[in-house]
T-cell receptor, first 109, second 112 residues
Framework: NAGVTQTPKFQVLKTGQSMTLQCAQD?????MYWYRQDPGMGLRLIYY???????DKGEVPNGYNVSRLNKREFSLRLESAAPSQTSVYFC????????FGEGSRLTVL | GDSVTQMEGPVTLSEEAFLTINCTYT??????LFWYVQYPGEGLQLLLK?????DKGSNKGFEATYRKETTSFHLEKGSVQVSDSAVYFC???????????FGSGTKLNVKP
């Protein structure tokens, strides 16, 4: 009964370093999403994937790349991290309503 | 474009007080509307939803009615508890595109 699982939960990076956030869902959902949450900004969509093999940009895609590896997994990559990418990142999937992971808190120094 | 606007917080209430959190939306067509709740340190979870005009979603004593004439989906609860302290997000889903738009969130603090 895992739902949406994302890793890591916490990460500290230096400016310019790269990292990948992993996300997996076990609900057989077609659509998956990456959001970032910043104070006073609510959730902003970074990228989404409507089905395996497809990805599309959301509101704030700059500085990120994604891979829909298979139906279960959707990863988010920061190639060269910047302090402006300090945020809490949420992965989600949907079969009509959104199911969220617990979040990944990223700090870029 | 499509968007959701909700009242700014924080909202501070005493236990057993009546709660209203306003939410209005802008969207073409007939979106589904949702309220999500985020407890401290956790991800968001669905609180309630409504998929067509005049539908009322309800859960855990919370209610919201889909009002197409006023493009609103206000969240209400008759008697809040300390355990209701959380951040509440209004959202809409353009079903055809399966894209969700969120409001900025409203933090609720309930004092004993």
């Amino acid at each position: 009964n895992a739902g949406v699982t994302q890793t890591p939960k916490f990460q500290v990076l230096k400016t310019g370093q790269s990292m990948t956030l992993q996300c997996a869902q076990d609900m057989n959902h077609n659509s998956m999403y990456w959001y970032r949450q910043d104070p006073g900004m609510g959730l902003r969509l970074i990228y989404y994937s409507a089905s395996e093999g497809t990805t599309d940009k959301g509101e704030v895609p700059n500085g990120y790349n994604v891979s829909r590896l298979n139906k279960r997994e959707f990863s988010l990559r920061l190639e060269s991290a910047a302090p402006s990418q300090t945020s809490v990142y949420f992965c989600a999937s949907t079969g009509g309503e959104l199911f969220f992971g617990e979040g990944s808190r990223l700090t870029v120094l | 474009g499509d968007s959701v606007t909700q009242m700014e917080g924080p909202v501070t209430l005493s236990e057993e007080a009546f709660l209203t959190i306003n939410c209005t939306y802008t969207a073409t067509g007939y979106p589904s509307l949702f309220w999500y709740v985020q407890y401290p340190g956790e991800g968001l979870q669905l609180l309630l939803k409504a998929t067509k005009a005049d539908d009322k979603g309800s859960n855990k004593g919370f209610e919201a009615t889909y009002r197409k004439e006023t493009t609103s989906f206000h969240l209400e609860k008759g008697s809040v508890q300390v355990s209701d302290s959380a951040v509440y997000f209004c959202a809409l889903d353009k079903y055809n595109f399966n894209k969700f738009y969120f409001g900025s969130g409203t933090k609720l603090n309930v004092k004993p």
